[in-house]
């Protein structure tokens, strides 16, 4: 079965600093893999998503991830976080079928 | 504009007394599905839907159900609703199977 795991539950960056969440996955093929942004009160905005080819992809607000097939890998990374950016995120995998499985979530706050 | 419509945004309501949250996509799009938000949960699938008159179960379809008679609308319903169903709900629309969903601003749904 598939699944995706992110160990941190809330991180906390001062703004300016880089960033990076952490996202593992467990999956038998080469995945479909996402990243999506919750601001409060709002539903999941895609930021980015790997399928296939280069695996360091580029998203909306400045964001990208890398695909890491043998660390089962998909982090999130930003250079420099903006007091905007905080929000909860959730990596998501796809399995076909409309089987999307997504993470717990990753709570983000920017601190001046 | 391209968006998923859901209604209400926040329900409260008593055990056993049936709810309908209407969805609705103006995206042309073949996929529908509801998820469930719960604190240290991440998003759970409730059921799915590829196509008109076609829908499956996700990972927790107890206490549901979906109908897909049109293609852009996909509402659930909740026949004899119980307070463990008291959540946040998400509604999402996709393209083809596993390209990027595009969610509903959610449903706060209550059960006392």
């Known amino acids: 079965a598939q699944s995706v795991t992110q160990p941190d539950i809330h991180i906390t960056v001062s703004e300016g600093a880089s960033l990076e969440l952490r996202c593992n996955y467990s999956?038998?093929?080469?995945?479909?893999l996402f990243w999506y942004v919750q601001s409060p009160g709002q539903g999941l905005q895609l930021l980015l998503k790997?399928?296939?080819?280069?695996?360091l992809v580029q998203g909306i607000k400045g964001f990208e991830a890398e695909f890491k097939r043998s660390q089962s890998s998909f982090n999130l990374r930003k250079p420099s976080v903006h007091w905007s950016d905080a929000a909860e995120y959730f990596c998501?995998?796809?399995?076909?079928?409309?089987?999307?499985?997504f993470g717990t979530g990753t709570k983000l706050q920017v601190i001046p | 504009e391209a968006q998923v419509t859901q209604n209400p945004r926040y329900l409260i309501t008593v055990t056993g007394k049936k709810l309908t949250v209407t969805c609705s996509q103006n995206?042309?799009?073949?996929?529908m599905s509801w998820y469930r938000q719960d604190p240290g949960l991440g998003l759970r699938q409730i059921y799915y839907?590829?196509?008109?008159?076609?829908?499956d179960k996700g990972d927790v379809p107890e206490g549901y159900k979906v109908s897909r008679k049109e293609k852009r609308n996909f509402p659930l319903i909740l026949e004899s609703p119980s307070p463990n169903q008291t959540s946040l709900y998400f509604c999402?629309?996709?393209?083809?199977?596993?390209?990027?969903?595009?969610f509903g601003n959610g449903t706060r749904l209550t059960v006392t």
């Open positions: 790997y399928f296939s080819g280069d695996t």
């Open positions: 999402a629309s996709s393209l083809l199977d596993n390209s990027p969903l595009h």
């Open positions: 839907s590829m196509n008109v008159e076609v829908t």
């Open positions: 998501a995998v796809g399995g076909g079928y409309q089987k999307v499985t």
């Open positions: 999956y038998g093929a080469t995945p479909y």
């Open positions: 995206m042309n799009h073949e996929y």
